[in-house]
């Protein structure tokens, strides 16, 4: 398995530009969740899916920040218009169910200037 | 509002030491697991504790879940380099998402 894949690792933007992520979550894995890194907030999560439909988006900062699901195998985290303090690594994890197993991807690294 | 404190925050110890790291909350969790990331890589998940008072050990990691299920630690015994990483905790109250700890950063010195 080839674990859960993340695109691009790396992304430089300017700021006011759109900026797309993505997620392959591992296959058979009905839980997708989005989570964003920083030093001094740690690891919170944005909002997560179950069977593609999304459960929980109380942790979106703002209607800047847009997710979606179209299928069972791909995942996206879009941010339009991207701003400075939207710098920070991006996460997406996969599980069989809920908290159980959870299975993190590795990341991309947004810097927004 | 952070409901997980990990302490201590950064800890760097030689080859050889012990250390615990811990885990506390307010909140009761119905589980809670432990996690540690290397840079540039995701969190790997190392245990799951559920049952109040639970002790496991993985090799020289042993974790210990609170019997009122509000705390957790990480003892690790004779650490190693390869025991350099961030440590975090995370729980669940639900049977869905969890919710992370503030991380401890540990760094073992050959």
């Known amino acids: 398995d080839a674990g859960v894949i993340q695109s691009p690792r790396h992304e430089v933007t300017e700021m006011g530009q759109e900026v797309t992520l993505r997620c392959k979550p591992i296959s058979g894995h009905d839980y997708l969740f989005w989570y964003r890194q920083t030093m001094m907030r740690g690891l919170e999560l944005l909002i997560y899916?179950?069977?593609?439909?999304?459960?929980?988006d109380s942790g979106m900062p703002e209607d800047r920040f847009s997710a979606k699901m179209p299928n069972a195998s791909f995942s996206t985290l879009k941010i339009q218009p991207s701003e400075p303090r939207d710098s920070a690594v991006y996460f997406c994890?996969?599980?069989?169910?809920?908290?159980?197993?959870?299975?993190f991807g590795s990341g991309t690294r947004l810097t927004v200037v | 509002t952070q409901l997980l404190e990990q302490s201590p925050q950064f800890l760097s110890i030689q080859e050889g030491e012990n250390l615990t790291v811990y885990c506390n909350s307010s909140?009761?969790?119905?589980?809670l697991q432990w996690y540690r990331q290397e840079p540039g890589e995701g969190p790997v998940l190392l245990v799951t504790v559920v049952t109040g008072g639970e002790v496991k050990k993985l090799k020289r990691l042993t974790f210990q879940f609170g019997d009122a299920r509000k705390d957790s630690s990480l003892h690790i015994t004779a650490a190693q380099p390869g025991d350099t990483g961030l440590y975090l905790c995370?729980?669940?109250?639900?049977?869905?998402?969890?919710?992370f700890g503030t991380g401890t950063r540990l760094t073992i010195i050959p």
């Open positions: 994890a996969s599980s069989l169910q809920g908290w159980y197993g959870y299975t």
């Open positions: 899916f179950n069977n593609n439909v999304p459960i929980d």
């Open positions: 909140s009761v969790f119905s589980s």
């Open positions: 995370a729980g669940a109250r639900g049977n869905e998402k969890l919710t």
